[in-house]
C-alpha cells in the first residue's frame, strides 16, 4: 500500500512544473534581419537572391528546401526550440503558414538585406524598414486573432532576434563607390550604427522589450572573401578588424539604448564572433575537416542559383564543412553558434 502513496507536495511541484513548462516566459519569438536568420521570405520576392531549391536544406525536416541559407536550420530556429517553443521559426511571407502559427514566432528578415536602404537596392529584397512595416501588419492580425490584451502580452514578452550588417559592408561599401565617395569605413561604420539605433527604438516604440541583437561575424573567414584573397586564400584580416571595430560600436550603442529606454533588455551576443572564429581556426577541434571552402560546389564563390544540385562536386557530408555556400554556416555550424550563446539568453530573457 505505501508504494501507492504519493506525497502531497510531489504532486505539487509536477503541477508547478506543468505551469513553468506551459506558462512560457518567452511566448514568442520574433526574427529581423538578413540571410543569417531568413527564413524563406525572398520565396516570394523577384530576387536572385533565394535558396529555396536543392540541395539547400536536404538536412532540414522532410529534406524540404524552405529559403534557409543553409542545408538545415539556422539559429532561430534552434533558439526557438531551446526556449520550449516550436523547432523552427516560420517566415512571415511563407503561405503555407497562417497567423495561428506566427502567433509563436515569426521571421522578417531578408536575405541580402543591410540597415543601409542602399544594401537591399543592390539585389532588389526586402530593406528593413518594410521588414517593419510587415511586423506592424502582423501585430494587428495578432491582435485580431487573440484579443488585444493577450496580444500585446505576447509581443511584449517575446524575445526579438536582430542580425544583420555584413551586406551592408561586404555587398554594398567594399562593392560599389556610392558609399566609398561620401564615408571613410570608420563613418560608414556609424553611420551603420546609427540606423540600428534607429531601427531598435523604433520597434522599442512598437512594444518591443526583449532584444538580442547579433553583430558582424569574422566577415573576412566568409569562403567568398577568402578566395578574392590573393595570398594563399588566408582570411581577409582587414574585414575581420572593420568587425570588431563595428562591433564594439554596437556595444556602446547597447549600452546606451539600455540607459535610455526605460524596462528594455537589450543584449549584445558578443561571443557569437568569438565563437565562429575559433571553429574557422581550429575546425578539427569542432569535429569540422573543411573551413576554407564551402560544401556546396567548389566552396569558393558560389551561392544562391550557383549552388545547385546539379553540381557533381558537392560534398556529401555537410557535418564535415564549417561553411554550406560560400557565405553561410551548415546547419552544424548554426547549433554550434546557438550552443554559445544560449546559456546567456535563457538567462538574461527567459523570466
Ligand atoms: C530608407 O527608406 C525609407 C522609405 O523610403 C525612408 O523612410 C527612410 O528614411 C530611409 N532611410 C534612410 C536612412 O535614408
Given at each position: 500500500m505505501a508504494s501507492l502513496y504519493i506525497p502531497v507536495w510531489v504532486l505539487l511541484t509536477q503541477i508547478l512544473m506543468h505551469f513553468a513548462k506551459t506558462g512560457a516566459k518567452v511566448p514568442a519569438i520574433i526574427v529581423f534581419g538578413d540571410s543569417s536568420v531568413d527564413a524563406g521570405n525572398n520565396n516570394v520576392i523577384s530576387t536572385l537572391l533565394?535558396?529555396?531549391?536543392?540541395?539547400?536544406?536536404?538536412?532540414?525536416?522532410?529534406?524540404?528546401?524552405?529559403?534557409?541559407?543553409?542545408?538545415?536550420?539556422?539559429?532561430?530556429?534552434f533558439i526557438s526550440e531551446a526556449f520550449g517553443l516550436k523547432p523552427s521559426v516560420p517566415a512571415y511571407l511563407d503561405s503555407m503558414y497562417s497567423i495561428s502559427d506566427f502567433a509563436t514566432g515569426v521571421c522578417f528578415a531578408s536575405a541580402g538585406t543591410g540597415y543601409d536602404n542602399a544594401t537591399s537596392d543592390v539585389l532588389n529584397v526586402i530593406p528593413l524598414w518594410q521588414e517593419v512595416e510587415y511586423y506592424k501588419e502582423y501585430q494587428n492580425k495578432l491582435r485580431a486573432y487573440l484579443g488585444r490584451r493577450k496580444a500585446n502580452r505576447v509581443l511584449s514578452g517575446a524575445l526579438y532576434l536582430v542580425s544583420l550588417g555584413t551586406n551592408d559592408f561586404l555587398e554594398n561599401y567594399y562593392i560599389f563607390p556610392q558609399r566609398q565617395s561620401q564615408f571613410t569605413v570608420e563613418q560608414y561604420q556609424d553611420f551603420i550604427v546609427g540606423l540600428s539605433g534607429n531601427f531598435l527604438r523604433e520597434i522599442y516604440s512598437l512594444g518591443a522589450r526583449k532584444i538580442s541583437l547579433t553583430g558582424l561575424p569574422p566577415m573576412g573567414c566568409l569562403p567568398l572573401e577568402r578566395s578574392t584573397n590573393l595570398f594563399g586564400h588566408e582570411?581577409?584580416?582587414?574585414?575581420?578588424?572593420?568587425?570588431?571595430?563595428?562591433?564594439?560600436?554596437?556595444?556602446?550603442?547597447?549600452?546606451?539604448?539600455?540607459?535610455?529606454?526605460?524596462?528594455?533588455?537589450?543584449?549584445?551576443?558578443e561571443s557569437a564572433y568569438d565563437a565562429i572564429y575559433q571553429i574557422i581556426k581550429k575546425p578539427t577541434s569542432y569535429g569540422f575537416d573543411v573551413a576554407r571552402v564551402a560544401c556546396c560546389s567548389t566552396g569558393t564563390f558560389e551561392m544562391s542559383y550557383l549552388c545547385s544540385k546539379i553540381n557533381p562536386l558537392t560534398c556529401t557530408d555537410a557535418n564535415k564543412y564549417v561553411f554550406w555556400d560560400a557565405f553561410h554556416p551548415t546547419e552544424r555550424t548554426n547549433k554550434i553558434i546557438v550552443d554559445n550563446i544560449i546559456g546567456l539568453l535563457l538567462k538574461e530573457f527567459n523570466n
Open positions: 533565394k535558396s529555396n531549391f536543392q540541395p539547400y536544406g536536404r538536412d532540414f525536416f522532410g529534406g524540404r528546401p524552405t529559403g534557409r541559407f543553409s542545408n538545415g536550420r539556422i539559429p532561430p530556429d582570411c581577409v584580416e582587414d574585414y575581420n578588424k572593420v568587425a570588431l571595430e563595428f562591433n564594439g560600436k554596437l556595444k556602446g550603442l547597447v549600452k546606451k539604448l539600455n540607459e535610455d529606454l526605460p524596462r528594455l533588455k537589450l543584449v549584445f551576443t
